[in-house]
């Protein structure tokens, strides 16, 4: 679950990290009676998931009360794309903060390194910019250390990150002191990415994270109900539809609605359904043991996206039975009005049973198969062609 | 042989007394697992089905002789479990339990491995050595003995392979579940060793997801240590980068960890990488039979 910035900045706060004092708002007229309160020039920032925000035109300097009126009518409710043209985000609300006097700008993270199955200390001199591309063109201005597991992480541990990485000498106590400090964020929050980029030296020669990017352990947010709410920030509404139903589901751009259970069946179906000249519409993983409500409540989410032109189950057995799956389908189709072709392929458990259940409903609209490549085709066969109005037999 | 679990486990279950404990408990059982013992605490001296249930794992060690545990606890509970597992004194553990803090997992795995101590999942579906003994949730009957070992991240995908196998006239050394979580007591490289080891298996599957690096992990092990024929399948070609799909662990930052990456660092390493369940299971038996 990744934070907004601002949330992540109330992290660092609770945890003793500087950050600038700033208030969040959600239309233009708080924006601006914000920015009054706080003090100019400051910044409006654009509060959403995915980096690139400043190139995107999502964070703008105001310099007095009429700028800041401009800037935040730009921001809120504008889309903004990431650098790979994922997207769009809206923005529901900014972040109104004082402005920073920079003498320079530095990167900081704690990181889950799972094949390491540690901790990775990040820390450069070289900050405020693309980090990856800092990585790629010049490793060696971005030292790497990975945190002992078996020992406290310390200012002294910390301490040597940051000589490494050659930062000015009167801040380098300061810096580890925020290493030692994110790294509590990460033990304390269940944080699996904290990076600060920019890591800022003011002109008074003060360290403060400028930005802040915090994934949290999903498996973790039981334990942390504060950040509960933050889980419900920007969703579109078949992924919201979705988590309040209890499903693994993720929105995609085509129109072939999927069903599968197990997460890699379904991305293996995706793949298949790719593969045969298909733009799967979605990921939805209904979960080992699928009952037939689970069924209903899974068909009525993939089908109000209105792009789905055609349905693939793609159901292997193993906890799930596929009587239970053939029942669920047989309810879903009496009580929601199935405007698409559905094709089902029903192997594994009970599956004998399953289509049976299928072949008595002689539901229309319905079609058998018996393998997962010939469901893959037939799916993306019948979502090019929509079948003529008295196709009605399953097969 | 076989690897992990076989006719010489005397498996103890954690949560032997829950619903999702039992019912996979005694399933285990009558695929012919020695089920040894259960653990609840504050249940001791009770028995399920004639099994009798300890208070401690240490105690269904020296009392019934377990030498494998399985953990069926809830996650909010389950990383003490494997932590007292890890302690008893058994030489494997496997963990089903889906959704423990990974934090959590990070401290567990490096106990495990400063014990010495075996540890499969968590959020797996176990392992199974078919015609000697099944450890966890894989319905077995989709998968028959033979010569092909099969290490997973993903369960029903692997019930999948393994059935187009069965369907092929072949079958099984083992199957390995070692979950989707980020971090996993054990790896493709883990299982990879044993099978290159294992005498009744001829080739291994291999069936990897996106994130993570674990996959190029394996590719560069394969080069340097498996003799034995490799064939992969890699699943999350279409999966848009930033998205978690379902498993903690498949997501995908940026570049790395991709499916194609995946693929890339495998077949550079002479792997033969399927483009569909389906295809992969026919390379294997393609290979096999030379």
Redo the contacts between chains.
Sequence with gaps: MDLLEYQGKQLFAKHGIAVPSGEVAATVDDAVAAAERIGFPCAIKAQVLIGGRGKAGGIKIAQDAEEARAHAGAIVGMDIFGPRGEGPFRVDRVWVEGGSDIASEYYASVILDRGEKKLLAMVSAKGGMDIEAVAEEDPGALVRRHIDPTRPFDAAAAREIVDAAGLDEDVRDAVAEVLVKLASVAAGEDATLIEVNPLIVTADRDVVALDAKVTIDGNAVFRHEELAEAADTAEDPQEAMAKEKGLTYVKLDGNVGILANGAGLCMSTLDVVAQAGGAPANFLDAGGGSKAEAIVDALTVITSDEKVTAILFNIFGGITRCDEIAKGIVTASRQIDLQVPLVVRLDGTNSEEGLKILAEAKLPNLHQETTMLGAAKRVVELTTNPPAADAGASE | MSIIVGSETKLVVSGLTGREGSFHGLRNRAYGTDLVAGVTPGKGGQDVEGVPVFDTIAEAVSEAGANTSMIFVP??FAAPAINEAIESGVETVIAITE??????M??T??KAKEAGVRLIGPNC?GVLSPGKANVG???A??FDSGPIGVV?????????IG?ELKQAGTGNSSIVGIG?D??VGSDFIDILELYEADTDTELIVM?G??????EE?AAEFIAAEISKPVVA?I????????????????IIS?SSGT?QAKKDALEAKGVRVG????ETAKIAVEVLRG
Excluded: C
């Design positions: 996650a909010r959704g423990i803090p990974v934090l959590d990070l401290k795995y490096w579906p949730i894989i319905p009957q989709f997973s991240k993903s369960g029903t995908l692997t019930y999948q059935n989707g980020p971090i069936v997801e996106i994130g993570g690096d674990a992990r399948y699943a999350g070609f279409t999966a848009p980068p930033g998205k978690q799909m379902g498993h903690a662990g498949a940026g499916a483009e569909s369940p389906t």
